[in-house]
Structure formats: C-alpha cells, structure tokens
C-alpha cells in the first residue's frame, strides 16, 4: 500500500515540479524580460538636468559677459550618470544617448525655441539676457552661470 501511495504521489509530483521548475525559469528571467526602459529623453530626473548643462554651456560659450561653473556643471554629469546607473541604464547607454546626434539636434532645436523669447537667436547678447534671466531666477541653468 505504502508503494503505491508513493507512486501515486511521485506521479501527481511531476507536474506540479515541472511548474515549479518553470516557474522559477521565468521569475529568474523576469528582471531581463521586464518592460524596456524609456528611452533617457523621457526620464525628467535625468533628461531636465542634462538638458540645463548643455543650455548652460551653450550660453558660456556664446555670451561674452557670463562664465560657467565649470566644475558644479560636471558635479551635476557625474551624478546624472550615476543615477541613471541606478535606473538600470549601462554606461554603454548613457554614452548613446549623450553622443547622439539626433538627441543633440532635439535638445538644440529645443534650446533655441526657448532663446527666441529673449531675440534673435543669431545675437550673442539674446544668449547674455536668457543666461541673466536665469541667474536672477536661480535655475537650474542659472545655478551654472555666473557674470564675468
């Protein structure tokens, strides 16, 4: 009796050990086969900082009268890269998406829609107004400026 009540088990086993095994093949696999991350352009902790240094850079580099914070612009960089390390995205990627040229086009094509408010985009002093704007504003952007 006692054979046949293990038989009996070690046959119903099977298939609920089979299941298990899926099972766990698949919640192993799970963190892989989880929904793909956004791409970095729709991540705003990452995207509204990246995009505040490369606007800073553009105005130290274009308005004759304001410098940057050089070192505090990349203090922000590193720290954008750690924490998108730690949403998952590799370096490999970062690097992608910071190297891109049709990431680099959309944040200029950006950039220079919220410069024409302050005149003509081909002016360096329409640069100089925006970047006081934002110092005055203590932005983000301003946060990285300061007048010569």
């Known amino acids: ?32 086969m989880a929904l793909a991350k956004p791409s970095l352009r729709d991540v705003p902790e990452i995207e509204d900082p990246l995009f505040a240094v490369a606007v800073a850079n553009e105005i130290r580099e274009v308005c004759p009268s304001i410098s940057g914070r050089v070192t505090k612009g990349i203090g922000v960089l590193w720290n954008l890269r750690a924490r998108a390390n730690e949403l998952g995205y590799t370096d490999d990627e970062i690097r992608a998406y910071v190297k891109s040229p049709e990431e680099k086009a959309r944040m200029r094509a950006k950039g220079m829609e919220i410069l024409a408010d302050y005149g003509p985009v081909s002016d360096p002093q329409t640069y100089c107004a925006y970047g006081r704007a934002e110092i005055a504003k203590g932005s983000a952007i301003g946060a990285l400026l300061k007048e010569k």
């Open 1 to 32: 009796m006692e054979d046949a009540m293990q038989s009996t088990f070690r046959t119903a086993a099977r298939p609920l050990g089979r299941a298990l095994a899926i099972f766990a093949c698949v919640a192993a696999a799970a963190p892989g």
